[in-house]
C-alpha cells in the first residue's frame, strides 16, 4: 500500500497571518491619520457653532478673536483663520463659515483635503 504524505499547511497560514497584520496596522496608521484632519475640522465647526448661539450678544470681531484662536490652537493652516460671518436675511440669521486646505504627508499617501465647516443659527 502507498503511503500519502501529509502537506504541511503552517507555513501558508503563518503567512497569512502575518499579512492580515501588516494590513491591519496600515489601515489602522493611515486611519489614525487622516482621521486626525476630520477631528481637527469638527473642533472646529463645534466651536463655530457655539459663537453662532452667542452671537445675538456678541459682535462680530470678537466672533472673529476667539475663532481665530481655536482655529490658531487646532493648529490649522493661515486659510482656516479666514472667517466670513454675515448676518441678516428672513428670518434673520447668522452664517459663520470658511474655507481651507490641509494636506496629509505620510508615506505613499500624499493628499490635501479640502474643508468646508458652515454653522448656521437664527438670531
Known sequence: PMV????SRQG???????V???????ALYYGAN???LYWRQYQLLDEMRTQARLAPTLPDPVIRRRLATKAEEL???PDAHKFKITRGGT???IIIETEYSDSLDIPLL???FVFHPRAEEPL
Not at 500519502?4 to 502537506?7: G, N
Not at 501558508?12 to 502575518?18: A, E, L
Not at 492580515?20 to 496600515?26: G, H
Open 4 to 7: 500519502m504524505q501529509r502537506r
Open 12 to 18: 501558508s497560514s503563518t503567512m497569512g497571518c502575518v
Open 20 to 26: 492580515s497584520l501588516v494590513l491591519f496596522a496600515a
Open 34 to 36: 487622516i482621521g486626525e
Open 75 to 77: 493648529a490649522l493652516p
Open 91 to 93: 428670518p434673520r440669521q
Open 110 to 112: 500624499h493628499r490635501a
